[in-house]
């Protein structure tokens, strides 16, 4: 297992993830509607809004998994913030970041990891949107173009208060 490096902005990613004050916060109906329908709309038992705070990911929503944190240094999460960009593990055993993960070897029993970071102001990735099966799989283009999508609603709903309506 190769432990994910800290991006160059560490500290800048981690002010505004503090500052945007969601850490340990109670579920969201909002965001609990966008994991629900990831893992429908993907066929995938697990979703989550993952949180890199410095020693865990916390999971502000899920869907398929009963644990609300893991450790940081086991994340595939932490792995996907350096880039903008989606990381892909169709096969996380034949992948030598994560081959011998224990979230690999033992449950949840990943075997597929689609992660977009949840890049807001300034460039800074506070986590990720990220799709999990225990089964090996790809994620074609527009997959992607539809995951990319529904991590940029994530972070308009992490970084924006929540609308109210007077009905």
Same mark, same amino acid.
């Given at each position: 297992?190769?432990?994910? /490096?800290?991006?160059?902005?560490?500290? @800048?990613?981690?002010?505004?993830?503090?500052?945007? =004050?969601?850490?340990?916060?109670?579920?969201?109906?909002? =965001?609990?509607?966008?994991?629900? &329908?990831?893992? /429908?709309? *993907?066929?995938?038992? !697990?979703? =989550? %809004?993952?949180?890199?705070? /410095?020693?865990?990911?916390? *999971?502000?929503?899920?869907?398929?998994? #009963?644990? +609300?944190?893991?450790?940081?240094?086991? /994340? *595939? +999460?932490?792995?996907?913030?350096?880039?903008?960009? !989606?990381?892909?593990?169709?096969?996380?055993?034949?992948?030598?970041?994560?081959?011998?993960?224990?979230?690999?070897?033992?449950?949840?029993? !990943?075997? &597929?990891?689609?992660?977009?970071?949840?890049?807001?102001?300034?460039?800074? #990735? !506070?986590? $990720?949107?990220?799709? %999990?099966?225990?089964?090996?799989?790809?994620?074609? $283009?527009?997959? @992607?173009?539809?995951?990319?999508?529904?991590?940029?609603?994530?972070?308009? #709903?992490?970084?924006?208060?929540?609308?109210?309506?007077?009905?």
């Amino acid at each position: 297992m190769i432990k994910p /490096s800290l991006p160059d902005n560490e500290q @800048q990613r981690l002010a505004l993830l503090h500052a945007l =004050l969601l850490l340990d916060t109670p579920p969201e109906e909002r =965001l609990d509607k966008i994991v629900a &329908f990831a893992a /429908s709309e *993907f066929e995938v038992p !697990i979703c =989550l %809004i993952s949180l890199v705070d /410095s020693e865990r990911q916390w *999971f502000k929503a899920r869907v398929g998994l #009963a644990a +609300c944190e893991t450790p940081r240094d086991i /994340s *595939f +999460c932490a792995h996907a913030l350096h880039s903008g960009q !989606i990381l892909l593990v169709p096969d996380a055993l034949l992948d030598a970041r994560f081959h011998d993960n224990p979230l690999v070897s033992g449950p949840p029993h !990943i075997r &597929f990891y689609a992660g977009a970071p949840l890049v807001c102001r300034d460039g800074l #990735a !506070i986590g $990720t949107l990220c799709l %999990i099966d225990t089964r090996p799989r790809t994620l074609d $283009t527009v997959g @992607q173009a539809i995951l990319s999508s529904l991590r940029d609603l994530t972070v308009l #709903a992490l970084t924006a208060p929540e609308a109210t309506t007077d009905a």
